[in-house]
């Protein structure tokens, strides 16, 4: 496939000159096609039975015939792992509840064989006629695997490798009477690794082409059958004589764009593997089909071959173009790729297809990388992922709830972090969607691939480094896992590791050769903190910190110019905690500020708790744990709203990108993350959600500055910018009202505030609200600060009068609840509002729900309306609104 500069060369004589054999191609494009239906796939998610190998007394070829008998056999969840399995048949205790995890026996100390085991499926498929063929698919297996079906070997030797595809052929395999029996056998790891304590327990895991984490991390427990099993996804797929693999779309979008308005023409790339597996050459026509437009091309693919097709380029003129989050729609179009026989449809692949470009440059000011799309620089706000879920239960529904929330945090990032998976198509369809670009590390991690001195290792540095064993695998599987995913639109970094580079053998050919072959149109770096992203002037490890801060800091200290992992807390409030610690255990921790030591409950402890210290001291010693993850929201809100807008402060000065470590957890672990594994969002989303809106108004602690930031690429005129204080009896007080202009893509300060905003906080402290308004007088920009006396302590909030704010909750459609709140006059300001959606008869709250907004204040003689999204054809329940607030005792009310 021509490079992309070869490809602007052609487009620019062909705009200037168009020559007949263009007005060729377009007439072809026009020709009429037969319509036909698609091809066959199914997935085999149900009615599995699986058994350890030890109680298994036959082979695979007696076991994948339908008379050998499966009465006793347990069932069997697939996708999912050994442990999923024995959960679900409650066999093992909740691994993500109390202690339960320390509880269930772990493989390193009971044998590989202990987690070995066969899987089978029986299935009905008809036998193929004619030159048709049938596909037995498995996307992930963990982490090596025999395979029989029909009481025959289907694969020759025994497969390995976690993240490597597996696709048979199957079609002489199938029983004309239509019955079949799949029959896997699934072998763990191989060392599965000692979980001691350390990142990635001793090390041993990284030496297979695998997932680090399982063996534990300070995040996490370990996985105790470390993800063995039929992880990801089986499919049946039947096709005629020629199958389509790995299909690639590449999108060229010359030149610097806008997000409205007319567009020039951008450049559609296509091409695909044709695969005939019959015994005679097959003729046919390979058609590329988007927007209405086509290009096709006459193709013979020889017996007993395959064949890379690259088609002609397509011009689309005025195309729809994907932005990132908070800069402008990401649109995708429908296409396909089709091959035919004689009108016939032989297989088909589907394909959204986001029409951007993705650059890079170094910026020389912040010597930092910065990344483009579409010609237009964007400030990287972004969010470290782990995986979805520890035990590998993925769905659709939990990526899309996910990636919603990091779309709702006015994020435009999530980076894939090296420990875990490359991760699945379903996961980049949701950042596709919601217009989340994606910084995709491969398997490599500092910890365990020998980058420091770690006494925990069982293995030197010297033998770490040349981690995994097996480079042949590991390029193998990477070459397949990049043809899975290379046609989204959001991946936009692709990185050798994190923090440390693959070994020299693996890193050249991917850099030199797999990722200009396969992709070449991102930007590949080579480790996560590495200097050719963000030069790293301070010395350690180029990334951090990863404690609380004071939120003057982030204003403050200049960190490093691309952050990989900046974090902090992220303990979720008391309703979350009592999905996963026992009453007993939920003890506040105790922290001694004179001699610098905290006393924590064990299960809190086992569950990964950081300290939240000294910080929640100065709104007053928490009396319960109750009382102790409410302040600690308080925390939670205004480290991430400061995180984010003092990395903003010095955009494109200091920095040009961030990305918080992190943001979601796979497992109940107290501490980094914007929402619990149950999905029920914490304050730090909320702080987050305010702190990067694309227009924001926001107060410079430093300097008492009033300063807007503009991430849009249009400048925004005639804006009010209204600064009022409030006392803590919500007394008002006008510090000013200006209209103000603010360029695209920058930062300035407006209104030096520092003195008159520390005189009215002295004695109680104070509320600052900032605003921006547009011509029409809509709120654009609304942010309030609640900021303590001159001792460092928010006295005022502590003897604050009860709110007087009254909620209405209305239904608008199934699945949409408007809750409004009102304030009325001479009253405090109704401080710190958690609105939760609750079901009727339990008060549990309802999840997921999304949350326009949360933990919201509103002032005197004002009211605030905040929408919540819930799938009603998943929740079901009666349903009530409940709402809480610093000054506002607990509440439900009910539903319009």
């Not at 480290?639 to 903003?648: D, I, P, T, W």
């Not at 200091?654 to 979601?664: D, E, S």
């Not at 459609?813 to 709140?821: D, H, K, Q, S």
Request: charged fraction near 20%.
């Amino acid at each position: 496939m021509p490079t992309q500069i070869q490809t602007r060369s052609r487009f620019k004589l062909l705009l200037k000159n168009p020559s007949s054999s263009f007005f060729f191609l377009l007439l072809i494009c026009l020709l009429s096609f037969t319509k036909v239906s698609a091809q066959n796939s199914s997935e085999l998610n149900e009615g599995w039975k699986c058994l350890k190998l030890a109680d298994v007394h036959a082979d695979g070829t007696q076991i994948s015939k339908d008379d050998f008998q499966l009465n006793s056999w347990l069932n069997a969840t697939v996708p999912g792992t050994v442990l999923t399995t024995l959960l679900n048949n409650k066999l093992v205790p909740d691994p993500f509840w109390g202690m339960n995890n320390a509880r269930i026996k772990d493989i390193y100390n009971t044998g590989r064989d202990y987690y070995t085991y066969w899987f089978v499926k029986d299935f009905k498929q008809a036998a193929p006629t004619g030159s048709n063929q049938v596909y037995l698919n498995l996307r992930g297996v963990n982490y090596s695997c025999e395979v029989f079906l029909n009481g025959k070997k289907v694969n020759k030797q025994r497969h390995f490798g976690m993240f490597l595809r597996q696709s048979y052929n199957i079609t002489s395999l199938i029983n004309k009477s239509g019955k079949n029996r799949l029959a896997v056998l699934v072998y763990p790891p191989d060392p599965v690794g000692n979980p001691n304590g350390g990142q990635g327990g001793d090390g041993q895991i990284a030496k297979n082409v695998g997932l680090q984490y399982t063996a534990g991390w300070d995040w996490i427990q370990p996985m105790r059958d470390r993800n063995t099993g039929i992880w990801d996804k089986v499919t049946i797929e039947t096709t005629g004589a020629v199958k389509i693999t790995d299909p690639h779309i590449i999108t060229i979008v010359p030149g610097i764009r806008q997000v409205e308005g007319m567009q020039q023409p951008a450049i559609i790339k296509s091409s695909a593997t044709l695969s005939n597996p019959t015994s005679k050459a097959v003729s046919g026509i390979l058609q590329f089909t988007i927007a209405g437009q086509k290009v096709i091309k006459n193709v013979i693919v020889k017996a007993n071959s395959s064949i890379e097709i690259n088609l002609n380029d397509l011009v689309l003129k005025d195309p729809k173009l994907w932005w990132p989050n908070g800069y402008g729609k990401p649109y995708l179009y429908k296409s396909a790729i089709q091959f035919t026989v004689q009108n016939k449809l032989s297989d088909q692949a589907f394909i959204n297809v986001g029409v951007r470009e993705i650059q890079s440059s170094w910026n020389e000011q912040t010597k930092s990388r910065q990344i483009a799309v579409n010609g237009q620089k964007i400030f990287i706000k972004g969010g470290n992922w782990i995986v979805s879920d520890a035990m590998l239960r993925l769905s659709d529904a939990r990526y899309d709830a996910e990636v919603r929330f990091h779309r709702d945090m006015n994020l435009n990032l999530i980076r894939v972090w090296g420990g875990a998976l490359l991760e699945r198509p379903e996961f980049y369809n949701a950042c596709d969607e919601y217009g989340m670009l994606v910084f995709q590390d491969f398997w490599v991690s500092g910890d365990a691939n020998g980058r420091w001195l770690d006494p925990m290792k069982k293995d030197d540095q010297w033998t770490r480094r040349k981690y995994p064993d097996d480079h042949k695998l590991y390029l193998q599987s990477l070459t397949d896992q990049i043809k899975m995913v290379r046609n989204h639109p959001s991946l936009v970094i692709w990185c050798g590791g994190n923090e440390i580079t693959p070994p020299e053998d693996i890193l050249i050919p991917v850099r030199d050769t797999i990722l200009p072959k396969l992709d070449g149109t991102r930007w590949f770096v080579e480790y996560s903190n590495s200097d050719k992203m963000s030069l790293n002037t301070l010395g350690g490890n180029g990334d951090g910190p990863y404690g609380i801060q004071p939120d003057s800091a982030f204003f403050k200290v200049h960190t490093f110019p691309f952050n990989s992992e900046i974090g902090s807390v992220g303990i979720n409030d008391f309703e979350s905690l009592k999905r996963f610690i026992p009453t007993e255990n939920l003890i506040a921790p105790e922290f001694s500020t004179d001699r610098g030591k905290r006393k924590v409950d064990s299960v809190w402890d086992y569950h990964k708790y950081i300290g939240y210290d000294a910080a929640i001291d100065p709104y007053g010693k928490a009396i319960d744990a109750k009382d102790f993850a409410a302040k600690a929201q308080l925390v939670n809100y205004n480290q991430y709203r400061a995180l984010m807008e003092g990395f903003s402060a010095h955009m494109w000065d200091w920095y040009t990108g961030v990305i918080i470590w992190k943001t979601q957890n796979p497992w109940t672990a107290m501490r980094g993350q914007m929402y619990d594994y149950y999905l029920d969002p914490n304050a730090c989303l909320y702080g987050l959600h305010n702190g990067s809106e694309p227009l924001h108004v926001m107060y410079n602690p430093l300097d008492g500055m009033v300063t807007i930031v503009n991430n849009t690429f249009t400048t925004r005129r005639d804006l009010m910018l209204e600064v009022k204080a409030y006392s803590m009896q919500g007394k008002e007080k006008l510090l000013t009202k200006v209209f103000e202009e603010i360029q695209p893509q920058s930062v300035k300060g407006f209104v030096p505030m520092k003195d008159e905003v520390n005189a009215l906080a002295k004695k109680e402290g104070v509320f600052l609200s900032l605003r921006l308004l547009d011509l029409k007088q809509n709120i654009v920009s609304d942010n309030l600060y609640w900021l303590p006396d001159e001792k460092g302590v928010y006295s005022g909030l502590k003897k604050i009068a009860p709110s007087q704010v009254t909620t209405v909750a209305k239904q608008i459609t199934p699945g949409t609840i408007e809750v409004t709140l009102t304030n009325p006059d001479n009253a405090p300001v109704a401080f710190f509002n958690r609105i939760s959606l609750v079901d009727a008869q339990s008060g549990n709250r309802l999840l997921p729900v999304f949350y326009s907004d949360n933990y919201i204040s509103v002032l005197p003689s004002e009211h605030k309306t905040i929408t919540l999204n819930y799938n009603a054809a998943k929740i079901k329940n009666a349903a009530m609104v409940s709402i809480s607030g610093w000054n506002l005792k607990e509440q439900t009310i009910s539903i319009k």
